[in-house]
């Protein structure tokens, strides 16, 4: 028994190394830069009409341009934004820009409401991040107190 126990781990070992052995030249992996993945996926666009689904890429590439003009975006910057992209000003919740104790909120989260569903935004310290959620119990994508949007 002990003979096998040492002679099957040095077996293995020696059948891994021969299965890496090819006659085969190793293929070049697939091309997978950024410039190749953008020749192929469509520009970003509003569907009017379309989903949530339909209307992630650009209500993110919309966040992300506004962001990136002001890395403290505020919720109007946000909320305009999305606007002059197409998306409905009475469909959107935003959250405030200062605390309850007036000091600049670390996080602002935007949403839209597309027929049953939430495109959801946040602003942040560590960047930005999204997703597509059901609305809450009461109808609404935000839980809590959020700004009334009324520019």
Avoid: H
Wanted: charge should be negative.
């Amino acid at each position: 028994m002990r003979r096998f126990a040492l002679i099957a781990p040095v077996t293995l070992v020696a059948a891994l190394a021969l299965a890496g052995c090819s006659s085969q030249e190793a293929q070049p992996p697939a091309e997978t830069t950024a410039a190749a993945e953008a020749t192929q996926a469509p520009p970003a666009a509003f569907v009017p009409g379309g989903t949530a689904s339909d209307n992630k890429p650009i209500f993110d590439e919309t966040n992300l341009q506004t962001i990136a003009s002001n890395g403290s975006a505020s919720s109007v910057e946000l909320v305009d934004g999305l606007t002059a992209t197409g998306f409905d000003k009475a469909a959107m919740e935003v959250t405030f820009d200062r605390t309850n104790v007036d000091l600049e909120a670390d996080y602002i989260i935007v949403s839209v409401k597309i027929g049953e569903e939430c495109l959801v935004g946040q602003r942040g310290p560590r960047g930005y991040t999204s997703d597509i959620v059901a609305p809450v119990s009461t109808g609404k994508c935000l839980i809590g107190l959020t700004q009334p949007i009324t520019w």
